[in-house]
């Protein structure tokens, strides 16, 4: 009977928000001030650390970690992505082809190259250039250097392993560090060069 309540008031007062792009149901409340846009967000569905929320057209980062529920629901708190890190789609080198599909030749008869760019990945991210803290852990950073932190996924792992460089706010940028001690997501600590 009680939980049968909690689903009623909650149906009531909830808002639908993406989770990793699937619709789900949420109560958001504001934490204190902070100099981060931060909200709680409260469902019935688990949310775990690392999810992306989409809210009001925004991306957040789920940064605390939710296993649990508490009175009868799960409470993650998000962070709003400020920036997002484009990377170019990949480059396929194929021939030229007609509308049925054969390859069409110059006039000397070789194929014609041409070079095809897929989509580019766009990366919800959350940048800072001082100081990052999660759960009271706080990371010092270096006057040249900045702290990103995204979803950790397959995808990124590859995007932002350690060496590879991004560029972010005109500048060009090298993973120096991949922390994945936060499972769900990647901190990564990286250099201006």
Not at 24 to 34: D, E, G, L, R, V
Not at 50 to 55: A, D, E, F, S
Not at 94 to 111: A, K, S
Request: charged residues 25%; contains cysteine.
């Amino acid at each position: 009977m009680f939980d049968m309540d909690v689903q009623f008031l909650f149906d009531m007062a909830s808002q639908t928000i993406l989770v990793n792009d699937k619709e789900q149901k949420a109560i958001i409340t504001n934490p204190q001030m902070s100099e981060n846009e931060e909200r709680y967000l409260h469902t019935m569905d688990c949310v775990t650390l690392g999810h992306i929320v989409t809210l009001d057209n925004e991306k957040f980062l789920v940064v605390s970690e939710t296993v649990t529920k508490r009175h009868s629901k799960y409470k993650a708190k998000i962070r709003h992505c400020n920036y997002t890190i484009e990377f170019a789609g990949e480059v396929i080198e194929d021939y030229l082809r007609d509308e049925n599909g054969n390859i069409v030749y110059d006039r000397f008869g070789e194929p014609i190259l041409i070079t095809i760019e897929g989509d580019s990945i766009f990366i919800p991210s959350i940048v800072k250039n001082k100081t990052f803290s999660i759960a009271g852990s706080q990371l010092l950073v270096a006057e040249n250097q900045i702290i990103v932190i995204v979803q950790e996924s397959e995808v990124n792992k590859e995007k932002f392993k350690v060496n590879n460089t991004f560029n972010l706010m005109d500048y060009n940028w090298k993973v120096r560090n991949q922390d994945r001690t936060k499972k769900g997501l990647l901190i990564l600590t990286c250099e201006r060069v």
